[in-house]
T-cell receptor, first 116, second 114 residues
Framework: GAGVSQSPRYKVAKRGQDVALRCDPISGHVSLFWYQQALGQGPEFLTY????????KSGLPSDRFFAERPEGSVSTLKIQRTQQEDSAVYLCASSLVVAGGSYEQYFGPGTRLTVT | KQEVTQIPAALSVPEGENLVLNCSFTDSAIYNLQWFRQDPGKGLTSLLL?????REQTSGRLNASLDKSSGRSTLYIAASQPGDSATYLC?????????????FGEGTQLTVNP
């Protein structure tokens, strides 16, 4: 595809429900990142994949958050037993990995999650 | 831990004015710095990326500078237009492996009035 796509664009969940957010990176991009953006704040790092390997998950706020990228392309961020504080925009980004390159990250439109 | 600060948090200017947005970071060991634009309800659009070895980058009416040693970057917007109204975010990538996270500031919300 031409860019990073995310689905759904909007998700309303009742507290306690599980949700799954999908990210389709740019074709050929090895690296994939998830960020969480609270209202009025800058994005904050959640986790990072290189191909199918999750190399950094230090930003995941709790064990209710889980991410996977089983075939090294599409990624899913799952949140179990959602809480109101999980309400945010979840952004996905991808980048090429080329030695000496810029490693510029390209962002998707985000999924706005509202937990009621 | 890297911290990124953007000043001002909000800015309102009349159309046609030149303006400067500021970004500062605490750890100068960065690989590059990116400026993004975010429109309400939308994702991030990359505006300019400056490698640590560079001093500035230009794209149209935008010019970004980087002073790594002092931990500062500025985004200069010339002849502002109402369509420039958006939130502007700066982010730094640390001097580590290729997969490193970006650390963002909280953004400057810009309003350009016709």
């Amino acid at each position: 595809g031409a860019g990073v796509s995310q689905s759904p664009r909007y998700k309303v969940a009742k507290r306690g429900q599980d949700v799954a957010l999908r990210c389709d990176p740019i074709s050929g991009h090895v690296s994939l990142f998830w960020y969480q953006q609270a209202l009025g704040q800058g994005p904050e790092f959640l986790t990072y994949f290189q191909n199918e390997a999750q190399l950094d998950k230090s930003g995941l706020p709790s064990d209710r958050f889980f991410a996977e990228r089983p075939e090294g392309s599409v990624s899913t961020l799952k949140i179990q037993r959602t809480q109101q504080e999980d309400s945010a925009v979840y952004l996905c980004a991808s980048s090429l990995v080329v030695a000496g390159g810029s490693y510029e990250q390209y962002f998707g439109p985000g999924t706005r999650l509202t937990v009621t | 831990k890297q911290e990124v600060t953007q000043i001002p948090a909000a800015l309102s200017v009349p159309e046609g004015e030149n303006l400067v947005l500021n970004c500062s970071f605490t750890d100068s060991a960065i690989y590059n710095l990116q400026w993004f634009r975010q429109d309400p309800g939308k994702g991030l659009t990359s505006l300019l990326l400056i490698q640590s070895s560079q001093r500035e980058q230009t794209s149209g009416r935008l010019n970004a500078s980087l002073d790594k040693s002092s931990g500062r970057s500025t985004l200069y917007i010339a002849a502002s237009q109402p369509g420039d109204s958006a939130t502007y975010l700066c982010a730094v990538r640390p001097l580590e492996t290729s997969g490193s996270r970006l650390t963002f500031g909280e953004g400057t919300q810009l309003t350009v009035n016709p």
